[in-house]
């Protein structure tokens, strides 16, 4: 099985078992799962706290305390941005290890990026869990190209990964962060590597590979996003007959004319749309995530986002530029676009910049 290095002589396999979005009722059938992923092969478990309030790093505590090898398995797991304090990311880290019911974490990641928090302060609470023994390297997750290389100035070699979303629609890490690790040999962990299947299936491209190769669109898709050579895909996974299947996409290689087949079918296109001219009627967008739908609703933040729009568009004014751009499909029903992705994104550049001020909007078909 493909594998990636991680840190000293401790591989990894290049496809992960993702814990995003699982549902606290499915306890039982999620620890099958993570199971079924490990016996097929895959040793990386990616978790946080903030995934239904620990329960998912519970979820994988118990998944991985029977007959398996801790020191074989590579178990990640994020602080939340309003947990970057000092002693807060250190209460942080020995609460997840007491739900996950292990020692030690392999990698863990700032989730999210704080502005009202020095990242000084920070990473020398992650410095002193390294010291200790209970971290073995400290990972980035959501953080801007700027933002990482200040981070890498800090701490350098024990920067052991970084994780962004990346998949066939949202590519704009392909410009310098890839490349980055790459140069790095630093593990670039992809998120939603397959859009929760909102790209079009049947591409004339993924339709020839699919034949080509005898394998799942979802199969070519993860291993398209597995062609740099430190990416990882972490996909999240309902059921134990799709998670194997997303194992086994290592277990082929595409060739650099399949690949270009697909790039030429999903094409990175960004554009500038007033935010007035996008209708935010369904919040959630194609992750099904819980959003608003008007300006009144993402000040109050009763669903309490993380991190908040307030916050994003406080870290707005400072940066002028979004993390990543939202993303757009035309709506005939409204006869405008409609936001399908990044629900936070936009509600932080209103607050930041009002809803006259373009912003950077990769349109999806």
Not at 116 to 145: D, P, V
Not at 157 to 183: H, S
Not at 334 to 351: C, K, P
């Amino acid at each position: 099985m493909l594998q990636r290095k991680l840190y000293n002589d401790k591989s990894i396999t290049a496809i992960g078992l993702g814990t995003s979005g699982i549902h606290p009722d499915t306890y039982n059938e999620q620890v099958n799962i993570i199971r079924a992923g490990l016996d097929a092969g895959a040793n990386l478990i990616d978790t946080a706290e903030s995934y239904i309030k620990g329960i998912s790093e519970k979820i994988v505590g118990e998944a991985i305390n029977k007959g398996y090898d801790r020191d074989k398995l590579c178990i990640c797991s994020k602080v939340s941005p309003e947990h970057l304090k000092y002693h807060s990311v250190i209460n942080s880290c020995e609460q997840s290890l007491r739900r996950l019911n292990t020692d030690y974490l392999d990698i863990y990641y700032i989730h999210w990026p704080n502005n009202s928090i020095s990242l000084s302060e920070t990473l020398n609470a992650m410095s002193g869990l390294m010291s200790r023994g209970i971290i073995k390297g400290i990972g980035l997750s959501n953080f801007s190209f700027s933002k990482i290389l200040e981070v890498y100035e800090l701490i350098g070699i024990n920067l052991k990964a970084i994780q962004m979303e990346y998949n066939i629609l949202e590519r704009g890490v392909e410009k310098t962060i890839i490349p980055f690790c790459d140069t790095l040999n630093i593990p670039f962990v992809a998120y939603t590597p397959l859009c929760q299947g909102s790209f079009n299936v049947n591409a004339r491209s993924l339709t020839n590979l699919v034949k080509k190769h005898d394998k799942s669109v979802y199969q070519v898709v993860l291993r398209w996003i597995l062609r740099h050579s430190t990416t990882i895909a972490i996909p999240k996974s309902s059921g134990i007959k799709h998670t194997i299947e997303n194992i086994n996409s290592a277990s082929f290689d595409l060739s650099e004319q399949d690949c270009n087949e697909i790039d030429c079918d999903f094409t990175y296109k960004i554009e500038k749309i007033l935010p007035k001219d996008i209708v935010c009627k369904y919040a959630g967008g194609y992750e099904k995530r819980v959003g608003y739908t008007n300006l009144k609703e993402a000040f109050e933040n009763k669903n309490n986002l993380i991190p908040n729009p307030l916050d994003l568009a406080r870290e707005l004014l400072v940066t002028k530029e979004l993390l990543k751009p939202i993303q757009v499909s035309w709506s005939n029903e409204y006869n405008s676009w409609e936001l399908i992705n990044g629900n936070g994104r936009y509600w932080g550049w209103v607050i930041a910049f009002g809803d006259s001020k373009p912003i950077d909007s990769l349109i999806v078909n």
